[in-house]
């Protein structure tokens, strides 16, 4: 069967299974995968195993079963680390009230009259360990509570901190979608942070544009909510500052897993392994611990054990709260890792289908339409299922197996990120997001697709521009 067919078939099963049939997303993209290996005829199982150097023979033996599982479990183990500690990270700074300490002091430093940058700041800095919609639940009480202190600048307040955290959560390892990004197209992680925070601060600036606009356009209030009523945002707002951590404790479990990570890259960047052993034992030695550190799984582990000191000492009379963060910290990345990895098989099968060698073929007289078309494949997923992880992980097992220099004229690192570009646009009322950001914020329907909806599609919009321009002027090849 034509892979171009087996791709589409699949995908509007995946589709079609969370939008009609409601299924969880893990289950749909189980059914999307065992559908996809079972339509792969062994001509094309023969091609793909030819091209993976593995053995053909034994390769096509495999059953159905056998092939998504093998990919299921290879995702739960490059992933799985990452993403448990990530969660307990995110989740220890939430409950310890580093979070909140990181807020108000960049608040405090910048002034009321810049509260728009400092949510903006904030959104950036919290959004690498934390998951989005987390993020946003935390920031938008403070929102509100800012509000109730200027009577102003509602709309701008929470869009600032969707401007940054929104482009955080498709471009930025440590979230799942960058992860699995950069894991399936073979990208450097430190890499992988530089570039996502050069596109990201180019989208957040024109989604920031569009935050000023919009909000003198609308001047929205603050409304009653359930979530958080009037009566609690006085509380949330005069909340004693000695019982948070000090602000270069609530930092740390941020900037040093970027900071390990990023010296590993810069490493490999600079150096070769035959120019590190002419160097002295002593500089081999800090390279070599460098490296040992720099390596994302190791640099989580001590940002974790911080958070988890961090939050121990800030509740201390409190014993069962920091069992309770982690456990709740592992049930929500366990979630996030069952639906990964149920994509990547998912991805996986759809790269055993050939879809990369027949893309390639297709546009071969073309290749410079190689990003557009990633973006758009990714557009049209997230807009017909709802969800950001979901579409950069099936627009990845559609293009990675044409994910190098030789075959795309520029690095990888572009693709996965006009991938990430391709998650924002588009979120409408399938997307728990959009509901998420609309009920918490007080907005109606019309309303959030006025604010948050279009101001992410702005910003994946102009992502994906930025990303051509780059691939164009800087391809590192």
């Given at each position: 069967m034509?892979p171009?067919?087996?791709v589409?078939i ?5 589709v ?5 049939l ?10 999307g995968a065992?559908?996809v290996?079972?339509?792969t ?8 195993a030819t091209?993976?150097?593995?053995p ?8 159905v079963g056998e092939?998504?599982t093998?990919?299921f479990?290879s ?5 799985g ?11 220890c700074?939430m ?5 909140d ?10 002034g009321?009259a ?11 800095v919290?959004?690498?360990p934390v ?8 920031m938008v009480?403070?929102?509100k ?8 600048n ?15 959560h ?5 979230t799942?979608?960058p992860?699995f ?5 073979k990208?450097d992680?430190?890499l992988m942070?530089?570039m996502?925070?050069v ?8 989604g920031m544009?569009y935050a000023?606009?919009i909000?003198?356009k609308l001047?929205?209030p603050?409304r ?7 009566s609690e ?8 500052e000695?019982s948070?951590p000090p602000l270069?404790?609530?930092l740390?479990?941020?900037l ?6 990023g010296g590993?890259?810069?490493?490999k960047?600079?150096w070769?392994a035959?120019?590190i052993?002419a160097?002295s034992?002593?500089?081999?030695n800090?390279i070599?611990?460098?490296k040992w ?5 190791i640099?989580?582990m001590?940002?974790a ?9 800030v509740k201390?009379?409190?014993k069962?709260?920091?069992n ?5 910290a592992?049930?929500?990345g366990?979630q996030?890792?069952?639906?990964i990895a ?7 099968a759809?790269?055993?289908t050939?879809?990369g060698?027949?893309?390639q073929?297709a546009i ?13 494949v990714?557009v ?9 992880t ?16 030789e075959?795309?004229?520029f690095?990888?690192?572009y693709?996965?990120?006009?991938i990430?570009c391709g998650?924002?646009p588009?979120?409408w009322?399938?997307d728990?997001g ?6 918490m914020?007080?907005l ?5 697709l006025?604010?948050?909806?279009a ?5 994946g ?6 990303v051509?321009?780059?691939s164009?002027v800087?391809?590192?090849?």
């Amino acid at each position: 069967m034509n892979p171009f067919l087996i791709v589409l078939i699949g995908t509007v099963a995946v589709v079609g299974c969370i939008l009609a049939l409601r299924l969880h997303a893990f289950l749909a993209l189980l059914v999307g995968a065992l559908l996809v290996a079972s339509l792969t005829s062994t001509l094309q199982l023969e091609a793909f195993a030819t091209t993976k150097k593995m053995p053909v023979a034994e390769f096509v033996k495999t059953s159905v079963g056998e092939r998504v599982t093998t990919e299921f479990g290879s995702a739960c183990g490059k992933l799985g680390v990452l993403i448990a500690l990530a969660s307990i990270v995110g989740k220890c700074m939430m409950d310890s009230g580093a979070a909140d300490r990181v807020v108000r002091s960049i608040t405090r430093v910048l002034g009321e009259a810049r509260a728009p940058l400092a949510f903006l700041l904030s959104g950036f800095v919290l959004s690498i360990p934390v998951f989005f919609d987390t993020v946003f639940l935390l920031m938008v009480p403070l929102c509100k509570a800012m509000w109730m202190r200027t009577r102003k600048n509602y709309v701008l307040y929470f869009l600032a901190v969707i401007a940054t955290g929104s482009m955080n959560h498709s471009l930025f390892p440590l979230t799942p979608g960058p992860l699995f990004l950069a894991q399936t197209l073979k990208i450097d992680m430190g890499l992988m942070m530089v570039m996502g925070c050069v596109v990201g601060l180019a989208s957040a600036s024109a989604g920031m544009i569009y935050a000023v606009w919009i909000d003198r356009k609308l001047q929205l209030p603050v409304r009653e909510s359930l979530q958080c009523p009037l009566s609690e945002l006085e509380a949330i707002s005069n909340l004693d500052e000695r019982s948070l951590p000090p602000l270069w404790l609530s930092l740390l479990p941020v900037l040093l897993p970027v900071l390990l990570i990023g010296g590993n890259t810069l490493i490999k960047l600079s150096w070769d392994a035959k120019q590190i052993m002419a160097f002295s034992m002593v500089a081999r030695n800090a390279i070599a611990t460098v490296k040992w550190f720099g390596d994302p799984n190791i640099a989580l582990m001590l940002s974790a054990g911080i958070a988890i000191v961090t939050l121990a000492t800030v509740k201390r009379e409190k014993k069962p709260v920091l069992n309770d963060t982690i456990r709740s910290a592992l049930a929500d990345g366990g979630q996030i890792l069952m639906i990964i990895a149920a994509g990547a098989a998912f991805g996986g099968a759809l790269q055993q289908t050939g879809i990369g060698t027949a893309i390639q073929e297709a546009i071969k007289d073309h290749v410079q339409y190689v990003l557009p078309i990633a973006f758009l494949v990714t557009v049209f997923v997230r807009g017909a299922q709802g969800s950001a992880t979901v579409a950069m992980i099936t627009a990845a097992g559609i293009f990675a197996g044409m994910a190098t220099k030789e075959q795309l004229g520029f690095h990888p690192v572009y693709l996965a990120l006009v991938i990430g570009c391709g998650s924002k646009p588009l979120s409408w009322m399938n997307d728990s997001g959009f509901w998420v950001i609309g009920k918490m914020s007080g907005l109606t329907e019309s309303e959030t697709l006025k604010t948050f909806s279009a101001q992410i599609s702005i910003e994946g919009t102009v992502g994906m521009l930025v990303v051509m321009g780059l691939s164009r002027v800087m391809p590192m090849v």
